[in-house]
């Protein structure tokens, strides 16, 4: 057993703060003697800087990576009759607003290794009612979306890529956000491009659905006081797209520290019985949001619980602290009770929520701090 040392956090935001408070406290001191709070040339430069970026023409802001998914499905009129096929194994939200807009959400299992939708499993659920595919680029890693775009455009579908984890991660050498229809993003501050609260974006090459983004993101207005149509009040504030602005120009080395904490977790816990470590596909680079291996095996106290639970809570005791993303796949979730999928229908999914567990990962983390996760973790072991 690791004793003596200092607890090591899942994740720690305040050190990164810390090392660019200066910078960040004299911009947003600067928007606030400005007056210009909501919308103005903060946002808009934000909106430009990110766009190029990704390589993209357009890029719309708004408050949240819930409703970047949210709006993107309402710009391309995805409503009641409609499918979208996605994962069942990511947050809520993916799906939350697939419901929201009256379409129906249609659940394809994932790959065991990357945690990501399962591309082969994709055309088997595609029907005259299917509209949109929604990959999730989870924990930071791109989805095989060469294979993707082929499956959507020989079918007529739009793509929709949640890249709330994957700010940065690419396919093919483009980013992610950029390959398909529409690419939506979360600023939530754990994320690889976090702001100090909520917002979102919403990257796409179509300046047609960009406009529409645009109306519903403003009560679905175009010009003020005249209503088009039912839209939302979704802006992003210009302090969080201040903060942004200075993050966006860390990112590619915040996003290279993961990657080498990512390596080196590979290089000493992929030989460790009862441990599968994730591993990127060929054409992807990713960003690693989070690093999320499995633990197999049978329970070895006795208990009743999960042997990844018992491990967790190894790790803590021992001053390791982890997070668990997801224990309940989304098709099994009690509000999808009336889609009448059943247990064991999507096994890869359900299995992964029995065996995940992701270890302390942040750009700030200290080879000190890798080496006592890994200790501690074949201490256990």
Not at 226 to 237: F, K, P, Q, Y
Not at 283 to 309: F, H, L
Not at 349 to 372: G, H, I, R
Request: with cysteine; glycine share 8%.
């Amino acid at each position: 057993m690791i004793k003596n040392l200092n607890p090591v956090p899942a994740f720690d935001i305040k050190q990164q703060y810390a090392n660019i408070e200066a910078e960040i406290s004299t911009a947003v001191l600067e928007v606030l003697a400005s007056g210009r709070y909501i919308g103005g040339p903060a946002v808009t430069d934000f909106e430009r800087q990110f766009a190029d970026y990704h390589g993209v023409p357009e890029c719309v802001a708004c408050n949240s990576g819930t409703d970047a998914l949210y709006l993107a499905l309402r710009a391309l009129n995805i409503g009641a009759g409609d499918e979208v096929i996605t994962t069942p194994f990511s947050f809520f939200a993916t799906t939350e607003v697939i419901t929201a807009v009256g379409a129906k959400p249609v659940f394809v299992d994932i790959d065991a290794t990357t945690f990501n939708l399962d591309v082969e499993k994709v055309t088997a659920a595609i029907n005259h009612q299917t509209k949109v595919i929604i990959p999730v680029h989870l924990f930071g890693l791109p989805v095989d979306m060469t294979a993707l775009m082929e499956i959507a455009q020989a079918n007529n579908l739009a793509v929709i890529e949640d890249c709330a984890q994957a700010t940065g991660a690419t396919w093919a050498g483009q980013k992610v956000g950029s390959i398909g229809h529409v690419g939506c993003f979360s600023f939530y501050p754990t994320k690889n491009l976090g702001g100090c609260g909520d917002g979102g974006a919403i990257t796409t090459n179509d300046p047609a659905i960009a406009t529409q983004l645009r109306i519903l993101r403003e009560h679905g207005s175009k010009t003020r006081y005249i209503h088009e149509e039912i839209g939302v009040n979704s802006r992003l504030d210009a302090i969080q797209a201040t903060i942004l602005q200075i993050k966006l120009r860390y990112l590619d080395l915040w996003n290279s520290k993961r990657q080498q904490i990512a390596n080196y977790y590979y290089q000493h816990l992929s030989q460790i019985a009862n441990i599968i470590v994730p591993q990127e596909l060929p054409s992807g680079v990713g960003v690693w949001n989070q690093y999320t291996i499995r633990i197999t095996g049978e329970n070895r106290n006795g208990a009743g619980d999960k042997y990844r639970d018992w491990v967790k809570n190894q790790l803590q005791e021992q001053g390791v602290n982890t997070m668990l993303y997801y224990p309940l796949p989304l098709h099994l979730q009690p509000v999808y009770r009336y889609l009448h999928y059943k247990p064991g229908q999507l096994p890869i999914a359900e299995k992964a929520c029995q065996e995940v567990l992701s270890l302390p990962m942040f750009p700030e983390l200290t080879q000190e701090q890798q080496d006592q996760v890994i200790e501690t973790l074949k201490s256990i072991f």
